[in-house]
């Protein structure tokens, strides 16, 4: 018997198809349960939409899904967790995936170990 994607994940993943296929992402992050991986990858090939998967744990995979263009890019450190990008790939995630581009600017900073950019400092030698 084959389990059915819950309803409200079911209006998440239709959200996201629905804003990249009108433009509003490149690239999208979804994460969900494992048990409705084989769900999740019939409604993106049923749209055309091309994605990678990556088990997150023994209960998640992240599914990356858009632009072929993007996609190249998550291919080349797909292969580990998040958790373990480098600051520069933590950056192009977050840059592709929509997010901030200030916020992802002071974190990349906080990674590398240099201050972010204060208001009161208007120069900073490098």
Known sequence: MQMMMPTGEFKVLSN???????????????????????????RLEG???EYLKQRVNERNVNFYFGEPECL?????????????????EDFMLGTLLGYDIRKQCSRYCERKGRMAYSPSVATTAI
């Open 47 to 49: 749209a055309g939409i």
């Open 72 to 88: 190249n890019v998550i291919r080349t450190f797909i292969d580990r967790p998040l958790n373990k990008l480098t600051p520069e």
């Open 16 to 42: 996201h198809i629905y804003e990249f296929k009108k433009g509003v992402r490149n690239l999208v992050l979804y994460t969900l349960d494992v048990r409705h991986e084989e769900m999740a990858c019939r």
